[in-house]
């Protein structure tokens, strides 16, 4: 499955990334490899089913 995410510079440093298609999908990261880690790992728990 593919996803676009918005990657963002942050004002504090690092960066601020989101799934426009997943409502309240968002991570950080203080690097673009770790922001990019971290949202994979939110769309998991996001699409995770809810039992």
Known sequence: MKLKVILEPSEEGGY????????????????REEALANIRE??????????
């Open 16 to 31: 601020t990334i989101y799934v426009p298609s997943l409502p309240g999908c968002i991570s950080e990261g203080d690097t």
């Open 42 to 51: 939110a769309i998991e728990l996001y699409l995770e089913p809810k039992l």
